[in-house]
């Protein structure tokens, strides 16, 4: 019966709205539903409310209510409402939650950046996971100023439904976040330029009743009209800025307004190389012409480019004493690119390798040396020339440690 009355009270919320009745709402309905799916319940979750207030709005208001965005700030993915219109061209989907590589609930990779849809409804899935947790409103700001409202935009919705879970609020132990009320009104304000302001807020999850009260009253307010309260942070986390980008660049495969813009099939063209094949060359020579360095034979289970000159050494390696071995990332490379092209000018990029300055100083002290790169990324044979995601850390220092114990 609660969950019956609870996505009733969805549906009304979202009726009110487009009838004219009220300008925007807020449904304080229990049990949540955002995890539901068709075929099971998950997650605390009965029912699935949003969705089935949008269908039952959109069936309902077939002129006025054709395209809906739900922008889901709950702390967890909602893989509910992500199944109920993954291929859906007039929903579009926005979900911002902790994902740590698929290891926090619901576990697995559907909450990922790659997941954006199907069909037609490709391109109206955009998941904004949070690599770790210890989100705050700069992150949350952040996101919404590149990703959310860009994209919202060019939709142009006529409704926005807002699955409205706090456990990312400060004091939810559950979450371990840090979004503030004034952060959750901030993100209430943008959402509210949107659809004529229509608006529909549905509780979802959160698990520390303080934190609920105080950030669904600051939600209230901005709803009503008073301005959102100061923000105690502006500054977002390296991990936030990281998830940002990484969602900006697979979304913008499908957004003209995002940027940057894949230029993978540009660089196909002119045969370009990565950069960081072309700088280990580099230091391969530079080493070689001053320091008389040389290739050492590495064996390996597959053939990559990036392992050429990947360790070099003095031609008294093998004998000399003390031996300095040195294992290092591959040099920086400093510029501000074009935000459109992408393109960095040589001109204006710099090459920090701080390794050469150690190599010099134990050279020039007798030290026999070893030089070990340690590649982020390993060209592939066929190359794809497309943006390389990070490798995993686990699995780069497992690679290092077997180098390691192949020089030993």
Same mark, same amino acid.
């Given at each position: 019966?609660?969950?019956?009355?609870?996505? $009733?009270?969805?549906?009304?919320?979202?009726?009110?709205? =487009?009838? $004219?009745?009220?300008?925007?709402?807020?449904?304080?309905?229990?049990?949540?539903? /955002? /995890?539901?799916? /068709? @075929? %099971?319940?998950?997650?605390?979750?009965?029912?699935?409310?949003?969705?089935?207030?949008?269908?039952?709005?959109?069936?309902?208001?077939?002129?006025?209510?054709?395209?809906?965005?739900? +922008?889901?700030?709950?702390?967890?993915?909602?893989?509910?409402?992500?199944?109920? !219109?993954?291929?859906?061209?007039?929903?579009?989907?926005?979900?911002?939650?902790?994902?740590?590589?698929?290891? !926090?609930?619901?576990?697995?990779?559907?909450?990922?950046? =790659?997941?954006?849809? &199907?069909?037609?409804?490709?391109?109206?899935?955009?998941?904004?996971?949070?690599?770790?947790?210890?989100?705050?409103?700069?992150?949350?700001?952040?996101?919404?100023?590149?990703?959310?409202?860009?994209?919202?935009?060019?939709?142009?919705?006529? +409704?926005?439904?807002?699955?409205?879970?706090?456990?990312?609020? %400060?004091?939810?132990?559950? $979450?371990?976040?840090?979004?503030?009320?004034?952060?959750?009104?901030?993100?209430?304000?943008?959402?509210?330029?949107?659809?004529?302001?229509?608006?529909?807020?549905?509780?979802?999850?959160?698990?520390?009743?303080?934190?609920?009260?105080?950030?669904?009253?600051?939600?209230?307010?901005?709803?009503?009209?008073?301005?959102?309260?100061?923000?105690?942070?502006?500054?977002?986390?390296? #991990?936030?800025?990281?998830?940002?980008?990484?969602?900006?660049?697979?979304?913008?495969?499908?957004?003209?307004?995002?940027?940057?813009?894949?230029?993978?099939?540009?660089?196909?063209?002119? &045969?370009?190389?990565?950069?960081?094949?072309?700088?280990?060359?580099?230091?391969?020579?530079?080493?070689?012409?001053? +320091?008389?360095?040389? @290739?050492?034979?590495?064996?390996?289970?597959?053939?990559?480019?990036?392992?050429?000159?990947?360790?070099?050494?003095?031609?008294?390696? #093998?004998?000399?004493?003390?031996?300095?071995?040195?294992? /290092?990332?591959?040099?920086?490379?400093? $510029?501000?690119?074009?935000?459109?092209?992408?393109?960095?000018?040589?001109?204006?990029?710099? =090459?920090?390798?701080?390794?050469?300055?150690?190599?010099?100083?134990?050279?020039?002290?007798?030290?026999?040396?070893?030089?070990?790169?340690?590649?982020?990324?390993?060209?592939?044979?066929?190359?794809?020339? %497309?943006?390389?995601?990070?490798?995993?850390?686990?699995?780069?220092?497992?690679?290092?440690?077997?180098?390691?114990?192949?020089?030993?």
């Amino acid at each position: 019966m609660c969950a019956r009355l609870s996505a $009733g009270g969805a549906i009304e919320a979202c009726r009110g709205i =487009l009838n $004219g009745h009220v300008k925007n709402a807020i449904a304080v309905i229990r049990p949540p539903g /955002h /995890h539901a799916e /068709h @075929d %099971e319940p998950m997650g605390f979750c009965l029912f699935n409310n949003v969705p089935i207030a949008v269908k039952a709005c959109q069936n309902e208001f077939k002129d006025t209510c054709r395209k809906v965005l739900i +922008l889901d700030w709950d702390v967890h993915h909602g893989n509910g409402v992500q199944q109920a !219109f993954y291929n859906d061209p007039n929903v579009l989907y926005i979900s911002l939650h902790v994902h740590q590589g698929g290891k !926090f609930y619901p576990a697995g990779p559907k909450g990922d950046h =790659l997941h954006c849809g &199907e069909g037609p409804g490709l391109g109206k899935n955009i998941n904004i996971p949070w690599r770790t947790a210890g989100m705050t409103d700069a992150d949350y700001v952040l996101a919404f100023q590149k990703i959310v409202m860009p994209i919202a935009q060019d939709f142009d919705p006529d +409704l926005v439904v807002v699955s409205a879970g706090f456990d990312a609020a %400060e004091g939810d132990m559950l $979450g371990k976040c840090h979004v503030s009320p004034a952060g959750y009104a901030h993100m209430t304000h943008m959402l509210m330029s949107l659809a004529d302001g229509k608006v529909a807020v549905c509780l979802e999850g959160g698990y520390n009743l303080r934190s609920i009260a105080v950030s669904a009253l600051a939600v209230t307010r901005t709803l009503m009209g008073e301005p959102p309260g100061r923000l105690a942070t502006t500054i977002p986390t390296p #991990s936030g800025v990281d998830s940002i980008e990484e969602v900006l660049r697979q979304q913008a495969k499908y957004w003209p307004c995002l940027y940057p813009k894949d230029p993978s099939k540009r660089i196909k063209q002119t &045969e370009g190389e990565r950069i960081h094949d072309i700088v280990r060359e580099y230091q391969a020579g530079w080493l070689w012409e001053n +320091l008389g360095m040389s @290739d050492l034979f590495i064996a390996h289970s597959k053939t990559s480019r990036s392992f050429t000159n990947q360790v070099l050494a003095t031609s008294n390696h #093998s004998e000399s004493r003390p031996l300095l071995v040195i294992f /290092h990332d591959p040099p920086d490379l400093v $510029g501000t690119p074009d935000p459109r092209t992408q393109r960095l000018e040589l001109h204006n990029t710099w =090459l920090t390798d701080s390794v050469k300055q150690y190599i010099r100083w134990a050279y020039d002290r007798g030290f026999a040396v070893i030089d070990v790169n340690v590649p982020k990324h390993l060209t592939d044979l066929e190359e794809t020339h %497309e943006h390389a995601e990070e490798i995993d850390g686990k699995k780069n220092i497992d690679e290092t440690q077997l180098l390691a114990k192949y020089l030993w």
